[in-house]
């Protein structure tokens, strides 16, 4: 398909919480779809990107800088100020991708998941898979200069957590915590790449690094596979919760959670920038950690 025909063809439902480049090529362009770059960290400053993306900018001000814990969600309020800055619509298609494949895309998704806005998607593979299979980028434009959108944040309950609800489930038979940061972090044999964090783990928790849900090339590995890898580590409980490292990741899991059937899923937002915080005189007690696999 030229790239002229690809505005020609209509959005349409969404196949799921993942879509491949094929999707995403065939309507980029189209009336009512919007396209996120998500990414974070260097890939935050590629010099390309997927022609017509506009700035999910986790790292500026789709985080609330006045938190304590990096990239924690923004209130209602300002999030709905930044979706309607960057042109969506409520009724708008979303599809959000990074430039390290399936990495911050996923809490971009998640977070407007958590706003009431179930018509976004992640992009499988990312920037990445993009270019690997000859499609065009551009030059990374100016920020976003278009018309201002309509979009209204609706929280839902329950999908962003806070460290006091992780004890709790925790304690739960029925529920699991798993992290999603490396397993040398989680043994606290590597140290944490944010200053002054404990090493290790919360007691109870089981770690299943994020990129274990994906294939060699970077796509996420097939609703079999998925299932099994959460299976192998949760046995029937079906209520997950997720944690990471500032709650990006996290948001893999979630994704991968989500494609495998699971429903009762939520992501600690604080994750370990709050969990791993050593305790002071005179604050309320620690979280606990323990250290090993």
Known sequence: MRPEER??????????????????????????????????????????????????????????????????????PEF???MRALGVEDADTVVVYDGAGVYSSARAWWMLRAMGFDRAAVLDGGLPAWTAAGLPTSATGPAYEGPRGSFTARPRAGLLVDGATVARALADPAAAVLDARTRERFAGTAPEPRPGLRGGHMPGAVNLPFAELQDPSGLMRPVGGLRAAFRALTGDRDRLYFSCGSGVTACVLALGADLAGYEEIAVYDG?????????????????????GP
């Open 7 to 76: 505005s020609q063809v209509p959005v349409g439902p969404l196949p799921g919480p993942l879509v491949g480049v094929d999707w995403l090529a065939g309507r980029l362009g189209a009336p009512g779809l919007v396209l996120f770059d998500a990414s974070v960290g260097a890939h935050r400053a590629a010099s390309h990107r997927i022609p017509g993306a506009r700035p999910f900018d986790l790292d500026g001000p789709l985080s609330d800088h006045t938190a304590p814990a990096p990239h924690t969600m923004p209130g209602a």
């Open 80 to 82: 709905t100020e930044a």
């Open 271 to 291: 994750s370990w920038s709050e969990w791993g915080v050593p305790g002071t005189p005179g604050a309320p007690p620690e979280f606990p950690v323990t250290t």
